[in-house]
């Protein structure tokens, strides 16, 4: 298997432009999560899914940030308008299960810079 | 509520010395325990972790971690590390649910 893909890996983008984020998880993993990356706050998840359907969000920072999972294979992360403290590191992981137990297997990341 | 603190920020090592990295975790309930690696530039990559059974827990890359409750620690180490083991370490924590906490990360740097 290709791993946890994502695309674009950097995007720099100006402050008020839509910035979308992609990935595919693993095939056949249910639980897929997105976190963001910062010196300041490290990693943080922001939402995560189960079997395409959100479960929980309660870490997306505000309603200018929004995630969708169309089908298991795709899911993405919009930022509409970003703004410079969006500046991050933005990771999507996939997992088999989400009891805790399980291994989370992460993307290579998508760096985001908002001038 | 669960939390993990790792003690250093950075730790610099020559090359083939002993190496160990601290993390400690508080949470109310039984936990699963977690050490993650970042390459420059990579994702995270998981180095071991500790579910049930026996304390020490042997990884990849020849690093193992000893669980210890009665400190609430979980700390990483390796006897003799490489150049190649320079990288962001993570102690991560998680209980019955699905959210992983990490901690800020321990930067390693080998040296020559």
């Known amino acids: ?115 | 509520a669960q939390s993990v603190t790792q003690l250093d920020s950075q730790v610099p090592v020559f090359e083939e010395a002993p190496v160990e990295l601290r993390c400690n975790y508080s949470s109310s309930v039984s936990v699963y325990l977690f050490w993650y690696v970042q390459y420059p530039n990579q994702g995270l990559q998981l180095l071991l972790k500790y579910l049930s059974g026996s304390t020490l827990v042997k990884g990849i890359n020849g690093f193992e971690a000893e669980f210890n409750k009665s400190q609430t620690s979980f700390h990483l180490r390796k006897p003799s590390v490489h150049i190649s083991d320079t990288a962001e370490y993570f102690c991560a924590v998680s209980s019955s649910n699905y959210k992983l906490t990490f901690g800020k990360g321990t930067l390693l740097t080998v040296n020559p």
């Open chain 1, 1 to 115: 298997d290709a791993g946890v893909i994502q695309s674009p890996r950097h995007e720099v983008t100006e402050m008020g432009q839509e910035v979308t984020l992609r990935c595919k998880p693993i095939s056949g993993h249910d639980y897929l999560f997105w976190y963001r990356q910062t010196m300041m706050r490290g990693l943080e998840l922001l939402i995560y899914f189960n079997n395409n359907v959100p479960i929980d969000d309660s870490g997306m920072p505000e309603d200018r940030f929004s995630a969708k999972m169309p089908n298991a294979s795709f899911s993405t992360l919009k930022i509409q308008p970003s703004e410079p403290r969006d500046s991050a590191v933005y990771f999507c992981a996939s997992s088999l299960t989400g009891t805790g137990k399980g291994e989370q297997y992460f993307g290579p990341g998508t760096r985001l810079t908002v001038t």
